[in-house]
């Protein structure tokens, strides 16, 4: 099986562990399950960094980096089929980064791991609550 993991949940597994559920902690640390992350994630974190919303120090750009090199996941394409998808994705909200996300999940036939209860109401994708 293929997770992919919202932003929330990689940042989680990697600076908070404790805030993921049992189910998600499980599978994100099972030998059986692949992690994918999409590039919209670390666009994403950079943007919570900037923010202020998420620490990664000392330099978030180096941080995100060194995180990809070390955490257990694969980077998923950002394609033209993805970009569609996005508009269609079955999300009553418009947040960009939770459609491209999303719409990764289901061009790709990942299981989306999130806490994020909009996400969750996503009907045409495969979902792992993270808490």
């Known amino acids: 099986m293929g997770l992919l993991l919202d932003t929330h949940i990689w940042l989680w597994s990697l600076l908070d562990p404790d805030r993921l559920g049992e189910s998600a902690r499980h599978a994100l640390q099972s030998g059986e399950t692949e992690l994918f ?70 061009v790709h036939s990942l299981t989306l791991v999130t806490a994020d209860t909009r996400l969750l109401r996503c009907s045409d994708i495969d979902l792992l609550p993270g808490q």
């Not at 919303?53 to 180096?62: C, G, K």
């Not at 269609?88 to 960009?96: C, L, R, S």
């Open 37 to 106: 992350l999409s590039p919209i994630s670390v666009w994403e974190s950079l943007l919570l960094a900037e923010r202020g919303r998420v620490v990664l120090n000392p330099y978030p750009r180096r941080w995100l980096r060194e995180a990809m090199s070390i955490s257990p996941v694969t980077e998923v394409p950002l394609t033209i089929d993805v970009a569609i998808a996005s508009c269609t994705v079955d999300i009553e909200h418009q947040d960009p980064a939770d459609r491209f996300i999303a719409a990764t999940a289901k």
